[in-house]
């Protein structure tokens, strides 16, 4: 089945790491998002990995896959204010190339 | 710009009635789709759309409707027969995602609906 599952929420100090996990259950998934959504607002794509890739690094993210566990990661480094959003880890399972299916979110919150 | 515009941002309902959420986007997308978005459930996939007068049911299609008669505009009809509709709902779009590797949707500001 196709599943994806995160914690709700996460409390990091402003300049430390926030290190946000998911895990999915389709091992034929082709592509692994990270999704960010400000109060109020849709979802922005953040970063992507294919999952023939076990790292990405994008500036202060850095994505982790670990295929044989089905789990993904977001990190992001020297967390700012600017980064409290909520989440969502996606996948595109290969069993369904026409939808992606999304986990239910990470609320960040950062303290100072 | 390009972009996805839903409206409208917020919108009461009493039982009973039907309400129309509309989604447009100009950015050319052959596909679009309607999240549900709850407090601690993300977001379930309610109906998608891949051609114009072509829509598929997703995992929560139970009390709504949808219709595709232009490329550009998706609406979503939250029927009486919705048990419990309060929620804010999500139109996303995107290039066919069997044609298109990354996948990438881009969503609008999303509607808030509550029912009084």
């Known amino acids: 089945g196709e599943d994806v599952e995160q914690s709700l929420f996460l409390s990091v100090r402003e300049g430390d790491s926030s290190v946000i996990n998911c895990t999915y259950t389709?091992?034929?998934?082709?592509?692994l998002y990270w999704y960010k959504q400000e109060p109020g607002a849709g979802l922005q794509l953040l970063t992507y990995?294919?999952?023939?890739?076990d790292m990405k690094q994008d500036q202060r993210l850095t994505v982790l896959l670990n295929k044989k566990d089905k789990h993904l990661s977001l990190r992001i480094a020297d967390t700012q204010t600017g980064d409290s959003a909520i989440y969502f880890c996606?996948?595109?399972?290969?069993?369904?190339?026409?939808?992606?299916?999304f986990g239910s979110g990470t609320r960040l919150s950062i303290r100072p | 710009d390009g972009g996805i515009t839903q409206s409208p941002k917020y919108l009461f309902r009493k039982e009973g009635q039907n309400v129309t959420l509309s989604c447009e986007q100009n950015?050319?997308?052959?596909?679009m789709y309607w999240y549900r978005q709850d407090p601690g459930q993300g977001l379930r996939l309610i109906y998608y759309?891949?051609?114009?007068?072509?829509?598929q049911k997703g995992d929560i299609a139970e009390g709504y409707s949808v219709s595709r008669e232009k490329k550009e505009s998706f609406p979503l009809t939250v029927t009486s027969a919705q048990k419990n509709p309060t929620a804010f709902y999500l139109c996303?779009?995107?290039?066919?995602?069997?044609?298109?590797?990354?996948?990438?949707?881009?969503f609008g500001e999303g509607s808030r609906l509550t029912v009084l």
């Open positions: 759309s891949q051609i114009v007068n072509d829509f």
């Open positions: 389709d091992s034929s998934s082709t592509y």
């Open positions: 990995i294919f999952s023939n890739m």
């Open positions: 950015l050319n997308h052959d596909a």
């Open positions: 996303a779009s995107s290039e066919l995602l069997g044609r298109l590797l990354e996948g990438e949707l881009f």
């Open positions: 996606a996948e595109k399972p290969g069993s369904s190339a026409s939808k992606i299916i």
